[in-house]
Every structure is written in C-alpha cells, then in structure tokens.
C-alpha cells in the first residue's frame, strides 16, 4: 500500500510541476518542448544525487519514487503514444492537409526513407556497427515532432500553409518512421534474415496500408457507434478515447499491421467525418478534451524519458560526442536533400503548388526531434535480444540528436522565422487588418460611450477614453494612406475566400441548431471545399465556373434515375430527390444570409464597390438555386411543403429548447422536469430527422390522359394503351436520346418540356407537355440524327418498337395521326422548322 501511494506521489508531482511550465515558458519566450526537456534532465540529475539519501519528508519520497518509478518503453508507447498522436491528427484541418498531399507525403514517407539510410550509411563509416542497427538509428531519427515547431508558429503568426506543411508532415512521418523502426528491430533481432530488400518492402507497405484501412474502419464503425449515445457528452468523447486504444491494439495484435498508422488514420476519420456524427454541442468539448489528453501525454512522455538522460550520457566521451556530430550533419544533410532537391520537382512536375524557399529554410531547421525518438530509443534499450553495446550506441546518439535539436534547432527557431520575416504580413494581408482594425475601432469607441452612460461613468473618463480610440484611428487612417494599394482583383478574391468560410460557417450552424441534417451536412460540407479550392485556383472566374455545377446531378442521381427508368426501382430516386430538395433549401437560406453579410460587413471592409461585385455573383447562384428548386416544387408540390413544415419544427423544436433551458435557468422548473421535457424534445427530433418519403411512382393511366393524342378515348381503350406503356423520369439537363442511336422507341411528354437540338438550326426546337418524338425513327427505321434533352423534370411515357407497331396496327386513327406529324415534321414551313429522325 505504501509503494501505491509513494508512485501515486510521483505521478502527482510530476503533473503539478508540468501546470507551472506553459506560464514560464509564454514569459521567457522559450518552447514550451525545449523547457520540459531541460527541466526533465535537470530533475534527472537531482534525482541521481539525492535519490536514496535518508529522509521521510515528501520531496525525498518524491525523488524516491520517481528513481524507482518503471519507466517502460511498453508504457509510453501503449498509454501515451495513441493519446499523443491520436490527439495531433484530430486537430489536423483534412481538407488543407489534402490541399498540400503531395509535399506532405514527401516529406511524410521519402523524407523517412532518405534520413534512414543517409544517417545509417554515414554512421556506419565510423562505427564498426552492423549496417542494420546503424540504419536503425535513422529510422528512430527520422521522426519529427511538432510540439515545440507549432508553438512558435503560432506565437509568431507564421502563415498557415507552413504551419499545414509541418503539422502535415509529423503527423504521417511519425507513422512511416515507427513502421520502418518495427520493421529493422525485427530484422536485427532474427536468427535468419531470408526475403531481402525485397521482402522488407512489402514488410513495410503491408503494416502501413494494413494500419490505413484498419484506422478507417475503426473511425467509421465508431462514426456509427455514436449515433445512439447523441446529445450525451461524456459518452460520445469516451468512444473517441476507446478509439484512439482500440484502433492501436487491434492494428498490433489481431491485424499485424501498424498500430501507429492505424491511431492516426483513425482519428483522420473523425476529424473530416465525425463532426456530422457528433453532437454539435459535444464537439467543442471532445476538443478541448484531447487537446488536454495531448498536453498530458506530450508533457509525460518528454519528463519521464528526459529523467533518463543523466543516467544515459554519464559514461560519454569525445567519440560518442563526435557520432552525434555526424548523427546531425547526415540527418540534416538528408533533410536539405529532400527539400531543396526532391519537392522542386515535384513543383515541377505539376504535383504540387510551389514552396518558397524561406519555408523550405524553416521546415530545413524547424526538423526538431522529441517524445517518439525518445520513446523508440528507450524500447531498444529494453529489448534484451539487442546485445548491451547496441543498446548503449542507439540511446547515446539518439538521445544527444534529440536535445541538439532541442536546444539549438529549438532555441533560435524564433530567430530565424523573424529574419525570413515570415512573421509579417504581406501586403495585402495589412491592407485586410487595417480595414479590419478601422472598422472595429469604430464600432468599439461608439460603445465606450454607451458604456459610459449605462454605468453612469464621469464625463471627464468617458471623453478621455473616446479621444484614445479616436487617436488610434487617426493612426490607422495615416497607416492605411501610407500603404500600397489593393488590385481590385485582390479585393475580390479575398471576398470571395471570406465569403466561402462563412458559408461553410454558417452551414454548421444551421446544423448545430437541428435545421440542416447530417446527411445534408455531410454533402454541403464537401461542396463548400472544393469551392474554396476553385476561389484558390481561379478567383473569381472560379467561382462563376461553380455556379452551375454547385447545383448539378450528381452521378449518383443519374444513376438512380437510371434505375428508376429501366428495373422500375423508385427508392433510390425518391431518396436523390428527398436530398436534393434539402440541400437547395438549405443554400438558398444560407446565400441570403451572405447577402445581408456581404451589405453589411464586407462593404466596409473591402469598398462598395467590390462588395457590389460580390453581391452580383451571390445573386447568380441564387437565382441558380431558386430555379432549380422551383422546378422542383413545380414537379411535386406535396412533397414541399411536407419539407418545408419540417424546416419550421426544427426552428420550433430549438426555440421550445431554449425556453425550457432559461426556465431551468430562473428555477421555474427542476432539473428533473427540464430532463422530461428534453427527453420528449429528443424523441420529436429523431422523428423530424427521418427523411420523408417521396413517390415519384406514376400512374400511367393518369398520364396516358394527359396526352392530348389519348385524349378523348374510353376507360377501357386508355387501360389498353396503360398496358403498353412504361414511365420515366427525366432529369433537367438530361439526354433522353442521342444522335446517331437506333430508334428503338417513341416517347409520350406527359409533363414538362424538351428540346431537340437540330445539327442544322441556330435553335433547338422545343415540345412541351402532350408532344412526343422519336416517332419517325420507327417508321424509317433510321438511326436518330439528333439529340433530345429534358428542360426539367419531364414525365414521359415510352413506347417500345414492338408495341408501338402492335398499337399502331390495331388502332387506324391513331397511325394516320401520328403519320400525319411525321409528315408534318419532314416538310417544315419557315414557322414550324423540321424535326429530325429523333423528334
């Protein structure tokens, strides 16, 4: 019982002492990383001093048990290890890691490969050390970590990409290093080593692809999981953390793939898919969870191997210092290789945007070592089929590798990002922040003064402090005359990137309010990133060019469509189209509110003019959106307003909500009313979540009426014709026939309108509800010579070749009917021009 409480002390310790080293390393501008590994070998050495000296107060037990605690490399990579990367990947915004995939995944995976056996050949020149152990030693230093590289970017405002790139790159090649790592140790540690390069590649690529598709499906089974535990916190953040274990131990154990690649595969999941998945309100918290996971994990893993370093480096000489010298150089050396040789080229090649060359310098000197090389060192150290001279060898230069980066790399970082003067704004970017800092000081010094009336303040404070506000935007009126002018197409740009954050921005919100569901979510999401990747790429030619396609069929609803048409199958097609009405409802919302956000705040910050412009291509696509959803409503006008009175019960449900919470809140109810109430709220939810069904079924009879040709005909004779008879559904934009087809059947518009593009007219002729084409490619018996495509949603009926000629026989009047517009069709009058063999 007392070594329990003696371990229970040290832990203690240990994490009081972590509390107090953010706060001190914000104030002496040091990394936080570079900090804990000082105070880590710092505390090593007390412990080496005084450690079993007599005493029974709590600093010596302290020390005690901290010289006794099992510092095991099984528990730093099975306890802190997923928590630390598991953490690290869920912060990683996907989409811009997918922006910058491929120099990412260079310097992910080459750049691990390049260091390996860069720092394992030219370590083998001094050292009479198998080649193995030496190229073990790379892989154990060709893990990068973040920590410390992030930190400083942020306190310095570094630009975003670069803080991408780095993240990036540490996430993944912390992955490809521990992989190869497994992989030498296991080569080192054999009897035999059949197979060759050959066979340890394929080693290689099966535990990381292994770790890849088992990360997925633990992220998506999760995804799943957490579906019934929705809207309850502590159980949907406690399946995050079973997943970042499970994914590990189920990639180690069962799968015999990578455990590491796996945790961060996993998390990737979460990170792009789960935000739909989890509760709106459970998200901020879930981070702010594992943001703390992550500083623990972080933060133990450096103090506990740290602690280790005195008793590690006491019998070091000038010959273990000088290998460390070449570990340095060889890494290094390897690093500059991959980034001023390698990723040019694949600049070059068109695979990826280019780098300049001062992040390349920064991402050069920012390839700091930390926790995992550490951890990886301290796992050879206890593999007792190592022989003790390897073991020494591995932990000497790595731990001296890690602490020169540490303590070199580390310390002047802040130097060199302030003389590439990466820590600046550009141009533009300043323009931005004054018009930005104007606007808000404005608004700001307007309060100052109702404040002051509110609280009754002196007239002589409130002038006072008026007149500071007044005085900072004289200064940032003189900034803004001093600087270069914005291009117009600056302006617009920048708009346009602004307005497409705050359209995904408010997407999210109208889904944490329960207004846009998760499926839609999902959907939108999606669009809205490749959106602001055309802005990117093209600016505002870009953004025109997505008008269109931001609305268009999707492939999936094609082939719904096509499924609908040719096996009769409708539920596909009724879910398509249930969506699809959704997710116009949901933009055309969101666009007016850009609208009112463009009038009202963007119009201050980049002109009115620009803001005009923004206006006119907001209006575009909304008039894109209205027409399609008024095709929409046209074609089921039922179906919309079921939708649409979901659309208020949302809104209903979340405003009954908030009531019910400020009721609680002013003890009008107890808690246990308020958890009935909410518990009848959660059920009238899922019931307004369900997606409702929509029938686009036909009934042919009713639409065989509508076309005047039938018109007229007895019950029985309409039956008849019924029979013979199939309805589809054309999709707006739709090709129903093509050009150069045989003409296998004739088709009946019981609804909507098409158009026949006639290869020899400036204009396509229209038909509308009761026409029908392709009739005379079944009396010719021609191929079509030319396409037909819907206008919007057409309902037709088709008339296969066989029953077309049955009809036709059977029934006198209509075959002279239908000869005569053929007929008509074959002599065109300047009014009525022909319609080819299609129409």
């Known amino acids: 019982m007392h070594d329990i409480v003696i371990q229970v002390l040290g832990v203690a310790g240990l994490l009081a002492l972590v509390s107090f080293l953010p706060p001190l390393a914000a104030r002496f501008q040091v990394p936080y990383t570079v900090l804990l590994a000082g105070v880590g070998v710092a505390l090593g050495a007390v412990i080496q001093t005084f450690a079993g000296m007599p005493g029974k107060d709590p600093f010596h037990d302290f020390l005690n048990s901290l010289a006794e605690l099992d510092i095991s490399s099984d528990v730093l990579l099975h306890v802190f290890l997923p928590i630390l990367l598991f953490e690290t990947a869920l912060a990683v915004d996907v989409r811009r890691l997918f922006d910058d995939l491929g120099p990412i995944l260079l310097m992910a995976v080459v750049a691990v490969f390049v260091c390996t056996f860069t720092v394992g050949y030219a370590v083998s020149l001094f050292t009479p050390l198998g080649l193995v152990a030496c190229l073990l030693l790379g892989s154990i230093v060709a893990s990068t970590d973040p920590a410390a590289v992030i930190g400083i970017f942020r306190d310095l405002g570094a630009p975003r990409r670069l803080t991408t790139l780095v993240e990036g790159e540490s996430l993944l090649n912390d992955a490809a290093a521990i992989a190869l790592f497994t992989l030498l140790l296991d080569m080192l540690t054999r009897t035999s080593h059949g197979g060759g390069a050959g066979v340890a590649a394929l080693d290689f690529l099966r535990d990381f692809s292994g770790g890849v598709v088992t990360g997925y499906i633990c992220g998506r089974i999760v995804c799943m999981l957490v579906e019934p535990v929705r809207n309850q916190p502590m159980a949907e953040i406690t399946l995050t953390v079973a997943l970042a274990y499970l ?73 273990e210092l000088g290998l460390v010298v070449v570990v340095v150089v060889a890494a290094f050396a390897a690093r500059a290789l991959v980034l001023f040789g390698l990723l040019p080229l694949l600049s070059w090649a068109g695979l990826a945007q280019r780098v300049s060359h001062s992040y390349k310098a920064v991402m050069l000197w920012g390839g700091l070592r930390g926790a995992v090389s550490l951890t990886l060192a301290l796992a050879v150290t206890e593999n007792f089929r190592v022989n003790d001279r390897v073991q020494s060898f591995i932990a000497v230069m790595v731990t001296g590798f890690v602490f020169v980066t540490l303590f070199v790399n580390g310390a002047t970082l802040r130097w060199l990002i302030r003389v590439l003067k990466l820590d600046e704004l550009t141009p533009v970017e300043r323009a931005m922040r004054n018009r930005a800092l104007a606007l808000s000081t404005d608004s700001i010094r307007d309060r100052v003064a109702v404040v002051a009336k509110t609280y009754e303040v002196d007239s002589v404070v409130k002038d006072v402090m008026v007149a500071r506000y007044e005085e900072r935007l004289k200064q940032i009126d003189q900034e803004r005359q001093e600087e270069a002018p914005l291009r117009d197409e600056d302006r617009v740009t920048i708009g346009l990137a602004i307005l497409v954050n705050r359209e995904e921005e408010l997407y999210y919100a109208h889904f944490s309010e329960g207004v846009v569901s998760r499926g839609v979510m999902d959907m939108l999401a999606g669009r809205t990133g490749r959106l602001l990747d055309a802005v990117k790429l093209q600016g505002r030619n870009g953004y025109r060019a ?6 268009a069929f999707s492939p999936w609803m094609r082939g719904a469509s096509w499924l609908q048409r040719r096996f009769g199958i409708h539920r596909p097609l009724a879910r398509r189209l249930s969506m699809r009405f959704e997710v116009l409802v949901a933009v055309r919302t969101v666009l007016r509110e850009l609208l009112a956000f463009t009038r009202d705040r963007l119009a201050r910050v980049l002109g009115p003019e620009v803001a005009f412009e923004l206006e006119g291509m907001l209006v575009g696509r909304l008039g894109i959106v209205e027409q399609a959803l008024a095709a929409l409503k046209l074609q089921y006008p039922d179906y919309a307003v079921v939708l649409q009175s979901r659309y208020v019960g949302r809104a209903a449900l979340r405003l009954e909500h908030a009531e019910y919470r ?56 309409v039956t008849t014709i019924a029979t013979l008879l199939r309805a589809q559904l054309a999709l707006p934009g739709e090709t129903i026939v093509r050009k150069g087809d045989r003409g296998d059947a004739m088709f009946f518009i019981a609804s909507g309108a098409v158009e026949v593009l006639v290869p020899n007219l400036a204009e396509p002729v229209k038909l509308g509800t009761g026409d029908f084409f392709g009739e005379m490619a079944l009396l010719s018996r021609q191929r079509r010579n030319a396409d037909v495509r819907a206008l919007g949603y057409c309902q037709l009926l088709l008339l296969d070749e066989k029953d077309f000629r049955r009809l036709v026989q059977k029934d006198a009047d209509l075959r002279s009917h239908i000869q005569a517009v053929a007929e008509a069709r074959r002599q065109p009058t300047p009014s009525a021009p022909a319609v080819p063999a299609a129409g």
């Open 247 to 319: 994914s590990y131990v189920l990639a180690e154990h069962y799968v015999g793939a990578s455990g590491v690649v796996a945790v961060v595969s996993s998390a990737l999941v979460i990170g792009s898919v789960g935000r739909t998945r989890i509760s709106p309100a459970t998200w901020g918290a879930m981070e702010h969870v594992w943001r703390q996971l992550g500083f623990w994990a972080n933060s133990m893993i450096f103090l506990l191997t740290a602690i280790l370093v005195p008793r590690l480096m006491a019998d070091v000489g000038w010959g």
């Open 546 to 551: 997505f008008e269109e396609p931001f609305i």
């Open 662 to 717: 400020a009721m609680h809140a002013e003890s009008i109810i107890s808690q246990e009313v308020l958890t009935d109430l909410e518990r009848d709220l959660e059920q009238r939810r899922r019931a307004l979540e369900r997606l409702p069904k929509l029938d686009v079924r036909f009934d042919v009879a009713e639409l065989v009426r509508r076309v005047p040709l039938f018109a007229g005909l007895p019950a029985e004779r």
